[in-house]
């Protein structure tokens, strides 16, 4: 299978200027569930000095300086740092990242806040011109959210949408109804908004963002039905179901799977369904 036909129709490399707006700097953190490793985002106008970071990354100190350079190199001072989730990988570098640009950390999460507001659905960052809205996509963990980068007709989707491969569910802070309304939520958007670019947490970024997204939902409609079927013939803990469902997937994955099919399990019992 090559490239151009792979969901989403991802770029065939991870970093480096993805849109007019965006550049990533990929974080030295590369595993099975962080792919290439974490995007670093920095966004802003082509013809401002001022830059917003998203999701600063690991607690590695050369990564969050070279990120402060990387936007030294494009003209640009960071003058906000925004966060899509608190998961360590995206967030645990916030703090000191926050010393070193002396920026204010904006979250979802109060905990993950430092030295300025929070951020709730329907938000609009403005910094040096640049419209960033905030979008509501938890399911991954109940304080998902990603950001429509309107001018460049692209969404940061975080962990909501990977540029490889499909999310995990991060049960019991992450619920499947919640990600499957994230899911459509963004559909919405590639339909009524114009987005057509993905600019996802972990891999490349995806061109046709609505096929991706259509792809999410495709898959979590046919791991639903497995899980169901897996359930009904038997195998009723989440570990056998894991191993039944889930036996082409490499085993290193099969704790986070073990996370997506109690989250599947919790979501059928809740309909009914098991």
């Not at 997204?213 to 897996?230: D, G, I, S």
Request: glycine share 10%; net charge negative.
């Amino acid at each position: 299978m090559t490239a151009a036909i792979l969901p989403g129709d991802p770029r065939p490399t991870v970093g480096g200027q993805a849109t007019p707006r965006a550049f990533c700097v990929l974080a030295p953190n590369p595993s099975p569930m962080t792919l290439d490793g974490t995007n670093t985002w920095i966004v802003g106008e082509p013809d401002s000095d001022l830059a917003v970071v998203i999701d600063p990354g690991p607690a590695d100190e050369a990564h969050l300086e070279h990120v402060v350079s990387t936007a030294h190199s494009l003209g640009k001072r960071i003058a906000l740092t925004l966060l899509t989730h608190g998961h360590p990988d995206h967030a645990e570098g916030a703090a000191r990242f926050a010393e070193l640009t002396r920026t204010s950390v904006r979250a979802l999460d109060p905990a993950l806040r430092l030295g300025g507001e929070g951020l709730e659905a329907g938000d609009v960052i403005t910094t040096g011109g640049l419209e960033l809205r905030v979008v509501p996509t938890p399911g991954h963990t109940a304080d998902s959210l990603s950001f429509h980068l309107t001018a460049d007709a692209a969404v940061l989707t975080g962990d909501t949408v990977l540029g490889r491969g499909t999310t995990l569910v991060a049960h019991p802070d992450g619920r499947l109804g919640d990600y499957l309304d994230s899911l459509r939520r963004l559909q919405h958007l590639t339909m009524e908004a114009g987005v057509d670019t993905v600019l996802p947490g972990h891999g490349p970024v995806l061109t046709d963002a609505r096929g991706a997204v259509e792809f999410y939902l495709a898959h979590r409609a046919n791991r639903l039905a497995q899980v169901e079927t897996a359930v009904e013939a038997g195998h009723v803990t989440s570990g056998d179901v894991v191993a039944h469902v889930y036996a082409d997937v490499d085993k290193a994955l099969w704790p986070a799977a073990e996370l997506s099919v109690r989250a599947q399990m919790d979501y059928l019992r809740e309909h009914g369904l098991i």
